[in-house]
């Protein structure tokens, strides 16, 4: 059951991850893409990491495909002008392929000869989430904590660089607007009724 | 073998869970028109009735929503000319089906009247819940319209803001109850109803409601649908059963949202009474009054699903920049300063809650 599971999803990321690069529209692509994260985090379901599938899920496909979607829909992209130079980058684009691939058949091959991990297996009593936790802020937790404070200052250092205020604009400060009172917006004034001459 | 009956006993529990999720759906529509209808000094639909059931015939307009239903499915879908003609389609299912999905999860009862207990319970509704963008999104773009695409780009804006500060208060009650299964989280909270969550998280209960306001689309967060800007929001060009899958996502949606704050926040199925024995004595009045049961976790839904509709009455609509401003500058800041302060309590094992 497991294994036609396993192989109706493999199917689906394959040919969901295919479409990526070979369907004409940007937007279509980038659906595809989400596809191809689901399935994958539906392959990882399988082999019991249900905290890297819902990560997966969470962070790429609610958050990261979101944005780009956003950025996608909103940019006219001339299809055209993208295929342009097909030929001229292909030799560096095989090249960067052809590295790929033979880091990934290493690692393959790399770990068809480790023993089976024990340690995993030993876990399994323990909730994956909690384990993960448990390793995190224990064993890890200096790498963990680094590589939150790297991203921290991307993340401040990206707002400052792209954050250029227009001197000229006009914003609303709603925390003002929210907090005035009777007396900022209106002046009664007490004059006397004319008379008629 | 065991696999087939394995996978009709999970089909049929599916369908015990959808069904009435539905049933509930239609009536609260109905619910939300009567209610606002009597806040405005109306009375809301009363000419469809069930005159030949003797129980209904006295509730006017209570067949209603099943004449809006048998209306939709006969209107015609119209696909406009130049949209996307397979994501115009596969959009309102998109919306509609983490809005189900997420029901997987939620203990129902005390004795695992769930569907799938899962451990990462709490993950799993956060991930099903942040899905249900991509069904706005795809809809207002396949859709090939302006109106629509404004509106996908402000709801789908609002949406991911509002799910940040929403992922904080699960993380406040991840915190506070020391798991991710939503059956240990309700457990977590046995006791009186003081020993609910939502004393010590009152805050956390506050954002999560209003972020599920404006995660629905709700009044007053409804600027992706605001009438007087933008016709009718990302669903202008859909008609018949498409709209209405739409229509009905939102009000599972409300229903979802309003079970999980009752669920994480107001203990669930326990009741409130619990501890009335000792002041009144054990007797079967109070061995009733403390059972814990669906009825109390469908009351808690009920007040929620009433807040809603109550709010949508009450308040007027968000400008574009206010929600933003509210969404980042209000409830992410104060999200992060009161899991800092639970910390502390949850450190200093203060009682009742974290001793």
């Not at chain 2, 009735?49 to 209570?62: D, E, Q, T, V």
């Not at chain 2, 993380?171 to 004393?199: C, E």
């Amino acid at each position: 059951m497991i294994k036609i599971t396993f192989y109706l999803f493999a199917l689906i990321l394959i040919f969901a991850a295919s479409r990526v690069i070979t369907v004409k529209n940007p937007v279509h692509a980038a659906l595809f893409l989400v596809l191809a994260f689901f399935s994958s985090a539906a392959i990882w379901l399988l082999l019991q990491a249900e905290f890297l599938a819902i990560a997966l899920i969470l962070v790429y496909v609610g958050a990261v495909m979101v944005l780009f979607l956003f950025v996608l829909m909103m940019l006219d992209i001339n299809v055209n002008s993208l295929r342009e130079g097909f030929v001229r980058h292909f030799p560096i684009a095989a090249f960067v392929g052809a590295v790929i691939l033979l880091e990934i058949i290493l690692v393959i091959g790399a770990w068809h000869k480790l023993p089976t991990p024990e340690a995993a297996t030993a876990l399994a009593a323990v909730p994956n989430t909690q384990a993960l936790g448990m390793v995190l802020y224990t064993e890890y937790v200096y790498p963990f904590e680094i590589a939150a404070a790297i991203l921290l200052v991307a993340m401040i250092a990206a707002i400052a660089l792209t954050m250029r205020p227009h001197t000229r604009a006009k914003y609303q400060k709603p925390e003002e607007q929210v907090s005035v009172r009777r007396e900022d917006r209106i002046k009664i004034v007490k004059m006397p009724s004319e008379t008629k001459d | 073998m065991e696999t087939l009956l394995y996978l009709i006993i999970t089909l049929i529990k599916i369908v015990l869970i959808v069904v009435p999720l539905l049933l509930c759906v239609a009536y609260l529509t109905y619910a939300e028109r009567k209610i606002i209808g009597y806040m405005q000094v109306r009375i809301g639909p009363n000419r469809v009735n069930f005159s030949a059931i003797p129980g209904l015939r006295k509730i006017p307009g209570f067949g209603q929503p099943i004449a809006d239903a048998l209306k939709l499915m006969f209107k015609e879908i119209i696909i406009p000319t130049n949209s996307d003609r397979f994501l115009f389609v596969i959009a309102p299912m998109l919306v509609m089906a983490p809005a189900l999905a997420a029901w997987a999860v939620i203990p129902f009862s005390e004795g695992g009247w769930v569907l799938a207990d899962i451990n990462a319970g709490l993950l799993y509704i956060l991930a099903m819940t942040s899905m249900g963008v991509y069904g706005i999104l795809i809809a207002g773009w396949a859709s090939n319209s302006k109106y629509a695409f404004l509106s996908t780009m402000r709801s789908a804006a609002q949406i991911i803001s509002y799910e940040i500060a929403m992922g904080f208060a699960l993380v406040g009650v991840l915190m506070a109850a020391g798991s991710l299964n939503l059956s240990d989280i309700v457990a977590a909270q046995k006791g009186s109803f003081l020993h609910w969550y939502w004393l010590p998280l009152l805050p956390l209960l506050f954002i999560y409601f209003i972020s599920g306001l404006a995660e629905t689309n709700r009044a007053p967060f409804d600027l992706a649908e605001g009438e007087s800007e933008i016709v009718a929001g990302f669903h202008v060009e859909y008609s018949g059963m498409l709209f209405a899958v739409f229509f009905m996502a939102e009000y599972a949606n409300m229903i979802l949202i309003s079970t999980l704050s009752a669920v994480m926040f107001l203990g669930g199925w326990l009741s409130p009474f619990e501890g009335i024995e000792l002041l009144l004595g054990e007797n079967w009045f109070t061995a009733l009054l403390i059972r814990a049961s669906f009825l109390w976790l469908a009351i808690k839904i009920s007040l929620f699903l009433f807040l809603f509709l109550w709010i949508r009455a009450t308040f007027p609509r968000y400008r574009y920049d206010q929600v933003m401003r509210l969404g980042w500058k209000v409830f992410i800041p104060i999200t992060l300063v009161w899991i800092v302060v639970l910390g502390v309590a949850i450190l200093a094992k203060i009682p009742p809650w974290f001793a």
